[in-house]
C-alpha cells in the first residue's frame, strides 16, 4: 500500500536514509509513518551542528492525535535541517521522501548504514504489521 | 466482554476507506481522509458522524419522572413545559460520592416514556447504576435497534431537510428540540459547536442513509476531527475530564447541577457537604503560546500550585494547540506546563474556544 522507494535505506522506526552524492545522509519519516500518524501540525528539528550518537531522539513530529519522536539513525552531526517545516509540516504528508525531509548529517563513519534495512526488508517489516 | 463491537456502518466505514480504532469497546472510524479537512467542513460545510457505539436506553412507566429527578442531578422537571417537540436535557448521573458516572442527555419523549444517550465506554457501568437504584415498576428497553448519526455544521440543517423533505419543520425546530417522523428520531444536538443534529434511525437504514447523505454533500467525518471539534467548542469527554473520582464542580459542570428544589438527587448530599471544602481544582480552557501541542496528562505548574492538561491537540480552526486543564481553584492567567522536559507558557482561559465558525478566545 504505502510507497517505499528502492534507492533508500529504512530504519525499523519508519525513518527513511538517503545517501546524498556529497557524502551527506538525508533523513525522514517514511510514507506509512506520515500516514499513520495523520495531519502533522508540528515538527521540532534538531539543532544545526549537534553531535548525537545513533539512536538518540533529536526531533518530534507532531499529529493532530499523536506525538512521536524522531531517531539520530547514524551517529554525527546536523549539518542541516528543513527550515520549511517549521510553518508547513504539512510537507512531510504530501511529501515524505521529497520536499518533506527532516535534516541532513554528516555520519562518523559509514559502518552503520550496513546495519539499515534496505527496501524490501522494510516492506516485509510492514506486512509483518 | 471482551468482543469489539460493530456499529450498522462498520463495512461502510471500511468501504470507505477509514481508519479504523477501537473506542469504548467499539470498531470506530478514526479518520476518512485528512482529519484536519473533516474538521473544517464541519466548521464550514457539513458532516456526518457514525454515533451508534453511544447507548440508548428507553425508561417506561408511571414513575420514570420520578426516578429521573432521583438519578440525575440535573432536574428532569424541566422537560415538563408543554411543547409540541421532545425536550432534551444534558446532565451528570452521580455516585454517591458526587463523581461522575456519565454525562449524557436525556429525552422526554411522553410522560411515562424517556430516553436516555449513554456514552459507550460507560455503558455497562451505567446500566448496573440505573438497575441497582431503580423502582420495579419502571422498565428498561435497550434500543440495539437504532443506529444513530449526527449530521453537524452550517449547512446540517438543508441537506437533512432536503434528505427527508422537511425542511420547514426542521428549520423551526429550536435548540435541545427533537421531534419523530415515521421511525426517524431528529434532535437539534451535537457536540462541535455548530448547528447540527443526531438523528436516530432503524439499523437496517443507517447504509442508505449515510450514503444518501453523502451524495448531499455531507462529509464523512470520523472520531478524529469529532475530539478537536469538541475541544474548540469546549465540552467535555467522558474519561479525559471526567471520571468516578472528579465531581461535577471540578469539571466546569456546576451549571448542570440543579439545587433548586428540595428534591434529592443520588451524589447529592456529598456535593452540599463538600462543596466548600472540596473544590480545590477547577477545569478551564488552555492555550499553548508558540508551536507545540498540548496533550493529555501533561503538568501544568501554576503559582497556587501544580495541575494537569486533561485534553490537549491541535485547534484547526486558531492553528494552535489549545486544550483544557485541571488546576487549583484560583490559578487564572499565564502559567507553565512541561512538554517533553520544556517549560512552556500556556495562558488558563474560559471555553469554549470556538463556536459557529468563529473563535472566540485567541491570545497571541
Known sequence: MSDIPEDLKYTKDHEWIKTEEDGLFTVGITDHAQEALGDLVFIELPEVESNLPSGQTCSVVESVKAASDVYIPLSGKIVEVNNLLSDSPELVNQDPYGDGWLFRLKASSSVELDDMLDSDSYAELLDEG | ?364
Open chain 2, 1 to 364: 466482554m471482551d468482543k469489539i463491537n460493530k456499529t450498522y456502518l462498520y463495512s461502510q466505514h471500511q468501504k470507505l476507506g477509514a481508519k479504523m480504532l477501537n473506542f469504548g469497546g467499539w470498531h470506530m472510524p478514526l479518520v476518512y481522509s485528512s482529519q484536519i479537512e473533516e474538521h473544517h467542513s464541519v466548521r464550514n460545510n457539513s458532516g456526518i458522524f457514525d454515533v451508534s457505539h453511544m447507548g440508548i436506553i428507553d425508561l417506561i412507566g408511571d414513575r420514570t419522572n420520578d426516578f429521573l429527578r432521583l438519578l440525575l442531578a440535573n432536574d428532569v422537571k424541566k422537560l415538563d413545559k408543554l411543547n409540541k417537540d421532545f425536550l432534551a436535557l444534558y446532565s451528570c448521573m452521580l455516585n454517591l460520592d458526587g463523581g461522575i458516572i456519565d454525562d449524557l442527555i436525556v429525552y422526554r419523549l411522553s410522560k411515562d416514556r424517556y430516553r436516555l444517550v449513554l456514552n459507550a465506554s460507560r455503558f455497562d457501568r451505567d446500566l448496573q447504576w440505573i438497575k441497582q437504584n431503580i423502582f420495579d415498576d419502571i422498565e428498561i428497553v435497550l434500543r440495539n435497534d437504532l443506529s444513530m448519526l449526527a449530521i453537524q455544521g452550517p449547512e446540517a440543517e438543508v441537506h437533512l431537510g432536503g434528505y427527508f423533505n422537511i425542511n420547514d419543520r426542521l428549520h423551526s425546530l429550536r435548540k435541545f428540540n427533537a421531534f419523530e417522523l415515521d421511525e426517524v428520531f431528529i434532535a437539534r444536538t451535537g457536540y462541535t459547536g455548530e448547528d447540527g443534529f443526531e438523528i436516530m434511525i432503524p439499523n437496517e437504514n443507517a447504509q442508505k442513509v449515510w450514503t444518501d447523505l453523502n451524495n448531499y454533500g455531507v462529509k464523512s467525518c470520523g472520531l478524529g476531527s469529532r475530539d478537536t471539534l469538541r475541544l474548540e467548542a469546549g465540552l467535555n469527554l467522558y474519561g479525559q475530564e471526567m471520571d468516578e473520582t472528579v465531581n461535577p464542580f471540578e469539571s466546569a459542570l456546576a451549571w448542570t447541577l440543579d439545587f433548586s428544589s428540595e428534591r434529592n438527587f443520588l451524589g447529592k448530599k456529598a456535593l452540599q457537604s463538600s462543596s466548600n471544602s472540596v473544590v480545590k481544582r477547577k477545569l478551564v480552557g488552555a492555550i499553548l503560546e508558540g508551536q507545540g501541542v498540548l496533550r493529555n496528562g501533561y503538568t501544568v505548574y501554576t503559582d497556587k500550585g501544580e495541575g494537569e492538561i486533561t485534553s490537549g491537540s491541535f485547534s484547526p480552526t486558531m492553528s494552535r494547540s489549545i486544550g483544557f486543564a485541571r488546576v487549583p481553584s484560583d490559578a487564572e492567567g499565564k502559567c507553565k506546563v512541561s512538554i517533553r522536559n520544556n517549560k512552556r507558557d500556556i495562558v488558563l482561559v474560559k471555553p469554549p474556544f470556538v463556536r459557529n465558525g468563529k473563535i472566540i478566545i485567541d491570545r497571541n
